[in-house]
């Protein structure tokens, strides 16, 4: 990386291009577990739901103590490649592999399906730790300039878009290319196919980013964890942001993991999971630019306002499914990502004005302990989404099943399926608003303190 001047406010082409195309590796790595492992447990590996679950959340908890750890470790790493770039290639190495093993290994059912499933699941969190951390840390790194932040990021998000539609739609592609519903043999050719995009896009940001400018704080936070903590738990914008992300992303996890259930039993097509998904990120593709003007419109939380209404909306509304049928499901589905779209991008535009705020503020460099921390909670409390949602079906009577025995889902457990989509992630979602209402962002012209509830 380049040390550039204080001044310095524009980031180059190439590397946006070259920071953008690493979101190929977060967006799928939320993707496809978040939409088909919950399903793959319950559905190939007869798994109870209530088990699988737990087995989607319980690797996530890792995160609470992983993340912080990535992040603190890359602040005060010292190479010819800059504090970040190591982790990079690191996560390169590791993610790819683990990702491929959650999906592919031995035919087991059960208990000793979800023991192996949980482990890989782990092993995978840990080597995307080791990348997502150091890359969500360097916007706030790379420009001094409030807006210019929020441009980088729509660079980011339009690559999210592309990776979402390609990993969000494929994977559920290939999965169900054998079959009515897939295979397992289908199930381990995603996981490959995946696997070499993951590796390509992570690559490609480690050397893409060879020329990123650096204009953090130079000097790393060698504080001991209590007096790191105890820093963050005084900045009061860090703490909020970090609760109003939470409380979206869980909303999205939830919708994730019910969307295939959602397809195969209120649409009635298993196959309804790969347009419905397109629907749900199309609008990152084309919504950008219009997200940034709102966003210099009416300040960043006003436009994270409308767009938690937006997704709150349109969720809420795919509950007359029953009635309207496929066509009006992909319509709310449709005003879900517009909403989903400006979420995005706001919740990683703010960060990075807090991660530069803090830098400005305090003259030392611990972008990687806020991200690690953001990232760990965000992680952990979004993976109950899954878990709520099989909890949901249980309470429904969901039956589990394997595809060589399938079964008649009761009426309760459909209904299960249709409330964990559409009326409980609307309420998290207005939960958020009342949080977003109580925020104060700012450009830095003003202090950091007057950022508060």
Request: glycine letters at 10%.
């Amino acid at each position: 990386m380049i040390t550039s001047a204080v001044g310095t406010h524009t980031v180059p082409t190439g590397v946006r291009l070259g920071y953008g195309v690493g979101s190929f590796c977060t967006a799928t790595v939320n993707a496809v577990p978040g939409l088909l492992l919950l399903y793959y447990m319950t559905n190939f590996l007869a798994v109870p739901a209530w088990l699988a679950g737990v087995v989607v959340t319980a690797p996530k908890i890792w995160d609470l103590i992983i993340n912080p750890l990535v992040g603190r470790w890359s602040d005060r790493t010292a190479s010819r490649w800059g504090p970040r770039r190591p982790w990079l290639l690191a996560g390169a190495c590791t993610l790819p592999v683990t990702f491929f093993l959650v999906f592919a290994g031995p035919s087991l059912t059960g208990v000793p399906a979800a023991a192996y499933v949980g482990l890989c699941f782990l092993a995978m969190a840990t080597a995307y730790a080791l990348f997502e951390v150091p890359y969500k840390t360097m916007p706030g790194e790379m420009t001094h300039d409030y807006h210019e932040r929020t441009s980088l990021l729509q660079w980011r998000m339009v690559f999210i878009g592309a990776a979402t539609a390609i990993s969000g739609v494929l994977a559920p592609v290939i999965a169900t290319s054998e079959g009515e519903n897939g295979t397992l043999g289908s199930y381990r050719l995603m996981a490959g196919m995946i696997a070499v995009i993951l590796l390509a896009a992570m690559l490609g940001t480690f050397f893409g980013t060879a020329r990123a400018p650096m204009t953090g704080a130079p000097e790393a936070d060698r504080g001991g964890w209590r007096e790191q903590f105890a820093a963050i738990k005084g900045n009061r914008p860090f703490l909020w942001l970090t609760v109003l992300a939470c409380t979206q992303m869980l909303a999205v996890s939830m919708m994730l993991a019910a969307a295939p259930y959602f397809a195969t039993y209120t649409i009635g097509s298993p196959k309804a999971t790969q347009t419905l998904f397109a629907a749900l990120v199309g609008p990152i593709l084309l919504t950008m630019p219009v997200w940034v003007r709102l966003a210099r419109r009416f300040d960043k939380r006003g436009a994270m306002i409308l767009a938690a209404l937006l997704f709150a909306g349109g969720t809420a509304g795919a509950m007359a499914t029953p009635l309207f049928g496929a066509v009006w499901a992909h319509v709310m589905i449709l005003v879900v990502g517009v909403g989903y779209a400006g979420l995005q991008l706001l919740q990683f535009s703010m960060l990075a004005d807090v991660i530069a705020a803090d830098a400005a503020r305090t003259g030392k460099r611990r972008a990687g302990v806020l991200t690690g921390l953001w990232t760990a909670i965000e992680n952990g409390v979004s993976s109950f989404g899954a878990l709520i949602f099989g909890v949901i079906l249980s309470i429904g009577g969901f039956i589990e099943s394997e595809p060589s025995r399938p079964v008649q889902q009761p009426d309760s457990a459909v209904t299960a399926v249709l409330i964990g989509q559409t009326a409980v992630p609307a309420l998290i979602v207005l939960a958020s608003v009342l949080m977003a209402l109580k925020y104060r962002l700012t450009p830095p012209v003003a202090p950091v303190s007057d950022a508060s509830a």
